[in-house]
Structure formats: C-alpha cells, structure tokens
C-alpha cells in the first residue's frame, strides 16, 4: 500500500492537530480527526494568538521559531481566510533579554508606533515580522479544508487508549467503539500521556494555565501586539482588544479580569468604554523539560506525538514537518533534540 493510502487517526483538533491533519489530508493520505469535544475547544481557544520569532538563541525551538513565520505566510497563501494581522510587536517587560531580531526603539519611537500609550517606555524591543491571528478560527479553517480534501472529522469522541494486537497499535479505543488505523498522531495536549501510558509511560506534559480577555472596543487603540509590564493586548479581527493574563491561584477569574482592565484603561488612552466580553481560562500543554516532543513513540513507528508551547505561534511549520515525517518516512534534524525516546526509561 502507498503511503498516501494509509489511515492515519488524528487524535485531537487543537491547532497542532488540525495544521498536522490539513497537511496529510491536502498530500492525499485518509486522514480521520477525533476529539473530545469541538475543534479548538481546549487551550487553542483560549489562546491570545502570538505569532512570533523573537526568541532566545539558546531557546529549545529557536529553529522552529526561525521557520515559524514563513511557513504561516505559506499557510496563509494558500489560505487567504487565515487574515494574519502582520503588525508586529512591541515588548518592553523588565525580565526578558533582547532578542534576536528584535529592534530597539527609544521613546519617541514607541510614541510614534503607539500613541495611545500614556506612559510609554523610554525603550522597548520592536519585533516587526511578529504577527497574530485568532488561533480558533484558524483551527476551524484548517481542519474545514482537511474534510474538503477527503478528511473525517469525528467530535464530541473521547479516545481513551490505543489498541494493539500482537504488540502492534492497530489505532485507538474511542467512546464509539475501536477505531482501527496505519497511523495514530497524538495531537491531544495534556492528554497525551494518558493515552501513550501503554507504550511510553514517561511522557511529561504539564497543563499551565492563563487567562484570555476579550473586551470590545468601539476604536482601535492599538496598531501593533503590545506587551508590557501591566498588560498584553493586541486587536482582533473584529476590533475586540484581546488581553492575555497570568493565572493567579489565589485570585478568581473575575478578579483577575477586573485588574487587568483597570490596569489597562490606566495604561492605554481610548479604552474608558472597553467592556468585558468574555474570559476563559487555557490549560497550555507544555512539556516538562520546555522542548517540544515530537515523534514515534513506538518500535513499528506507528504512533506518533506531536505536542509543545508555544504551539501557535509554531502550528504551521510542525503541520508541514510533521507530514514530511509520516508521507516521506524522512527524519527532520529540526527535530532531533525533541524526540520522546529521551524520555525512555
Ligand atoms: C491565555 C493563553 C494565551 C496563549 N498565547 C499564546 C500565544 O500568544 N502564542 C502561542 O504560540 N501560544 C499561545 N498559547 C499556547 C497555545 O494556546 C497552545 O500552545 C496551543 O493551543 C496548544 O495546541 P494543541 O493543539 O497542542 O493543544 P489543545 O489546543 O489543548 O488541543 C488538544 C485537543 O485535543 C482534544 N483532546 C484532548 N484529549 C482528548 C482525548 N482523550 N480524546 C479526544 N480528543 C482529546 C481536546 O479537546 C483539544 O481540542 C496561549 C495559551 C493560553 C491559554
């Protein structure tokens, strides 16, 4: 049997999931998409959608971010729906380093590019390839045309195992029954270890919360992502400004909100009306020793895992990695410091 005549089960339809099965999908194999729930119904939906290279060069994917930027202007050739904001970023936080790529811009330059800022900081670090994009309509897209391509979405279906005969995964036990298949993609996040336990029982996927706002606002009062001290906004598509906040144990959901708007009606001139739309809390898959893990967890080299953070801002180019794995049988270098056989006992 060729390659692309293969099944290949998808479990998970966050943005990994999605981008990973619209690559196999549009490259012909027969690709069958489960989740729990709805796609993007976990951490993509809450996610505040950064899409940016600006990373340390000791960084666990510093590669990965280098190619991450082209490969969502690809996506986005083929995809025009896909509306990337191409704005940029402006970072000035006390903790992080200078980047590499990063531009640093004095005050009058911040004013300039932001004049919304009542404080603006005296320097800050301008990433102008950075971009955004509503991580849950991007999901959505993806994985509409991985079912025009000949894909099956399968939701509101909980993959609860793999299944073997004879020592081999011959696909995965779901709520409606066994599913059987050539290939299983573990694209479930937090979940995945769960689900590999047969097979490796040491992959370590962390669940790290945030917080996503959504406020509306009846103007623009941004023209790049921000991301300060007291707060990290940028717009949506449809000119609601999104704010991304830390979780804070000991504070409610609400409280939080309540903060970081106040925080960001004292920070940024035109937002008195902002009002709050809408909150939620993501669980961000995040593996334990901050590289991705991504790979065969299996000797017959059937089931594969793609999971790491963050995994926005890398969706694209792991989509397109991750299909050249499995549809060429080759090895990425790119991948070599983030196979799951370093977690083997
Ligand atoms: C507030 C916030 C801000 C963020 N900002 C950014 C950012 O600016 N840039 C960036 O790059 N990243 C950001 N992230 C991180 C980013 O959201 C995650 O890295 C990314 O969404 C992970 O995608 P995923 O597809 O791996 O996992 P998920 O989105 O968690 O998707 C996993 C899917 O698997 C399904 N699933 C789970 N278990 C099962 C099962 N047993 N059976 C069937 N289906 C299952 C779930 O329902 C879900 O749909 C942010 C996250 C949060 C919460």
């Not at 490259?27 to 899409?51: C, E, L, M, R």
């Not at 906040?245 to 708007?261: G, H, Q, R």
């Not at 009606?265 to 809408?278: E, M, N, V």
């Amino acid at each position: 049997m060729s390659n692309s005549k293969k099944h290949v089960i998808v479990v998970g339809a966050g943005i990994v999931g999605s981008s990973i099965a619209y690559h196999l999908s549009q490259k012909g194999f027969q690709v069958t998409i489960i989740d729990k729930n709805q796609p993007a119904s976990a951490a993509t939906g809450s996610a505040f959608g950064w899409i940016t290279a600006a990373v340390h060069p000791d960084a666990p994917d510093a590669l990965l971010r280098q190619i991450a930027i082209q490969d969502w202007h690809r996506l986005e050739q083929e995809l025009p729906a896909l509306a990337i904001h191409w704005d940029g970023s402006i970072k000035y936080t006390t903790e992080s380093d200078h980047l590499v790529g990063e531009v640093t811009l004095d005050q009058s330059a911040v004013r300039q590019l932001e004049p919304n800022l009542l404080c603006p900081p005296t320097s800050a670090r301008f990433m102008a390839i950075d971009g955004s994009i509503d991580a849950k309509e991007a999901t959505y897209l993806l994985t509409q045309h991985a079912c025009q391509y000949g894909a099956v979405l399968i939701t509101e279906t909980h993959v609860s195992a793999l299944t073997q005969e004879n020592g081999k995964v011959t696909g995965v036990e779901s709520s409606n029954g066994p599913i059987k298949a050539d290939y299983v993609v573990l694209a479930c996040g937090t979940e995945i270890p769960t689900i590999a336990d047969s097979i490796n029982p040491f992959l370590p996927v962390l669940s790290s919360p945030a917080i996503l706002l959504r406020f509306n606002s009846t103007e623009p009062v941004v023209n790049t992502l921000l991301s300060g001290d007291n707060f990290e906004v940028r717009h949506a598509r449809n000119g609601d400004l999104l704010a991304a906040e830390d979780y804070v144990a000991n504070k409610s959901l609400a409280e939080i909100a309540y903060e970081a708007e106040e925080l960001i009606k004292k920070g940024l001139d035109h937002t008195q009306s902002i009002s709050l739309q809408h909150s939620s809390i993501g669980y961000r898959p995040v593996p334990e020793d901050g590289y991705p893990i991504i790979g065969f967890i299996d000797q017959a080299q059937s089931v594969y895992v793609a999971v790491m953070h963050p995994a926005v801002t890398c969706a694209a180019s792991i989509g397109r990695l991750v299909c050249e794995e499995l549809t060429m049988g080759i090895e990425h270098d790119i991948f070599t410091t983030f196979r799951p056989s370093r977690f083997n006992a």
